[in-house]
């Protein structure tokens, strides 16, 4: 039963009753710190991250096999509506407990309560969630808009301006962690003598951890695309045989323990991580210096630090049944692959197209780095192609937002790849696009780029590379209207765009962001500016990673009582997590 108490005493009641179980027993209680971590433990729960990670179709349908049968046939009905839903609007992904999803919960779940200040608590607020805009009438653009059909079918109403986040289909990764955090047999593996609950761990330790855990693991897998030096050229990351290897060094981070749990609030049937707390979010069509306000006020963060912490962008990709955002990724150089590509695709005005190196060579093993065509085409000869940003106006609300900065580039000169095949035979150059033309020929359905524009010069191609005003605000200075749309700059002055009678603006030209970012001068003398610090990473990748870790170490402390963390054991680092079976195992002593 639950005891009322006077509002003024009832917190402070609260923590002393909390301090008393704790002590009385192992099990967690909310709003005490989480006790420390065992190394054992720190790798059992990598394991099981790294199972998850692999496999995250097969850890949520894990949710439908419980003990309990009668909800275990509720969930299992509910998951398989959830998977033949989302299948076929081609965003499974955006409620499978992926690598960006265990990144993102972790960011959200440091986002200051509005009240308390209260940050990293391993709970979320479920305004949103549960939302699916997947209905193009529920817009408001039209005159037979039904309000109240489109609040039931979508889950709520859409908002008029999309001026900041939410934690929209964070709640299945959340039911996932809960499983790893509840039940000591989650996953393939030995039991766990108890859960981390059991043993008085708090989940806004293993939600943080989960995070860790990812970015290692996805820096691994991006260094398996990359160049070694006993394996061939091409690896699928690699641009060409003359450039450098891509692999990166993870480091260390400081992962302490013992933050403390949200008390639940939203009451008997929700998922004890729910809070009706309010929390402070970012505006997604916030410019660079809006950007740079938020993370400053909210997380502490400089200009370096903040434009570091949003190269996690590099995984994953936006949703439209989620946010109204395109179904495009960041960088299509891998949505599990943690690379600068963000960073490269940001501030490149000429470079390549890229798509998945395996379509062209289906029987060779990519792993062996032995491909001929590298992933990264230009044009018929295989030098560089001019690529452009125009916005998009999704017409996902009723002043046709959320806004888009997409890459286009021309197409595939057709005529003179025939000229080159007959005079070199199929012995194109590595990054030529003419092998890409004729898959596209041969395979419209496979063909990652747009068939009917890709073999004409004239025409601009998609180059499925997606950016949002808080990335690209960083870049080019720009200023955004009461709508969120970017303006102030050649090619966001298009009529059309702007009157709502085109879909995307112009070329974008608008002028670098030199705006400094308060970090002085750099070793040449120049001021650092906010496009310096982005260029930077772009050109200097491991100083990327250096300051990313950095940088995501204050944010998984983000509202934390930092006297109540302590220092975990590190050699979890080490250990190495087998693609075969997921287990992750210490190297010998």
């Known amino acids: 039963s639950i005891v009322h108490v006077p509002r003024m005493i009832g917190r402070e009641l609260f923590l002393v009753l909390a301090v008393f179980l704790a002590a009385a027993s192992s099990v967690y209680v909310p709003g005490t710190p989480g006790g420390d971590w065992t190394l054992d433990e720190l790798v059992t729960i990598k394991s099981k991250l790294n199972w998850v990670i692999k496999n995250p179709e097969t850890a949520l349908w894990s949710l439908a096999y419980k003990e309990n049968r009668k909800k275990n046939k509720q969930l299992h009905k509910q998951i398989k509506k959830l998977f033949r839903f989302f299948t076929k609007r081609d965003n499974l992904d955006s409620v499978l407990p992926t690598a960006a999803k265990m990144v993102r919960l972790s960011f959200h ?181 809006k950007t740079a306000e938020f993370f400053a006020d909210n997380f502490g963060l400089d200009v370096q630090e903040a434009v570091a912490l949003l190269g996690a962008h590099s995984l994953g990709r936006t949703h439209s049944t989620t946010s109204m955002f395109a179904n495009i990724p960041w960088t299509p150089q891998g949505v599990e692959d943690w690379n600068n590509f963000y960073y490269i695709n940001g501030v490149n005005n000429t470079g390549y197209r890229f798509a998945d190196p395996s379509l062209l060579a289906p029987d060779v093993d990519v792993e062996q780095c032995n491909l001929k065509t590298s992933g990264f085409s230009g044009d018929a000869e295989g030098n560089v192609v001019p690529l452009k940003f125009r916005v998009k106006s999704e017409k996902g609300t009723s002043n046709h937002g959320p806004f888009n900065w997409q890459v286009f580039s021309p197409g ?87 009157d709502n009678k085109a879909e995307f603006s112009g070329e974008v030209s608008c002028p670098l962001n030199l705006a400094p970012s308060g970090l002085g001068n750099d070793p040449a003398g120049n001021v650092r500016t906010f496009f310096a610090e982005f260029e930077f990473y772009a050109n200097n990748p491991q100083a990327w990673v250096k300051t990313f870790t950095r940088s995501y170490d204050v944010m998984l402390e983000n509202g934390v009582d930092n006297s109540t963390l302590t220092v975990a054991p590190t050699l979890w680092f080490n250990a190495t997590c087998f693609d075969s079976y997921s287990l992750c195992v210490l190297p010998p002593a």
């Not at 940050?119 to 549960?130: A, Q, R």
């Not at 025939?418 to 033309?437: H, M, R």
């Not at 747009?450 to 950016?467: K, L, P, R, S, Y």
Request: with cysteine; aromatic share 10%.
């Open 412 to 498: 595939c000169n057709a005529s003179r790849c025939f000229e080159l095949l007959q005079t070199n035979g199929s012995n194109f150059a590595e990054n030529s696009c003419c092998p890409w033309l004729f898959f596209c020929y041969q395979n419209p359905d496979d063909c990652p780029f747009e068939t009917e524009n890709f073999g004409m010069t004239d025409n601009i191609v998609a180059a499925n590379i997606n950016m949002l005003n808080v990335d690209m605000g960083w870049v080019l200075d720009f200023q955004t209207d009461a709508d969120g749309r970017p303006v102030g700059c050649p090619g966001l002055d298009n009529q059309d765009w702007l």
């Open 109 to 289: 779940d440091c986002l200051k309560e509005s009240e308390s200040g209260a940050g990293c608590n391993g709970c979320f607020n479920f305004k949103g969630v549960g939302n699916v805009y997947y209905i193009n009438k529920c817009n408001g653009l039209k005159k037979n808009f039904n309000e109240e059909k489109c609040e039931k079918k979508e889950g709520g109403l859409r908002p008029d301006v999309q001026n900041d986040t939410d934690n929209n289909n964070l709640l299945w990764t959340g039911l996932v962690l809960e499983e790893i955090y509840k039940n000591p047999s989650f996953g393939p593996f030995t039991p766990m003598s108890e859960s981390l609950y059991e043993s008085g761990k708090s989940r806004a330790d293993l939600w943080a951890f989960a995070g860790l855990v990812t970015v290692q693991l996805t820096i691994e897998n991006s260094n398996q695309k990359c160049r070694s030096d006993d394996l061939p050229a091409l690896c699928p990351l690699q641009v060409n045989s003359g450039f450098e290897s891509c692999k990166r060094e993870a480091l260390v981070p400081n992962f302490r323990t013992g933050r403390a749990d949200c008390v639940p609030s939203c009451g008997e049937g929700e998922p004890a991580f729910c809070t009706t707390a309010e929390e402070i979010h970012p505006d997604p069509h916030g410019n660079g210096n």
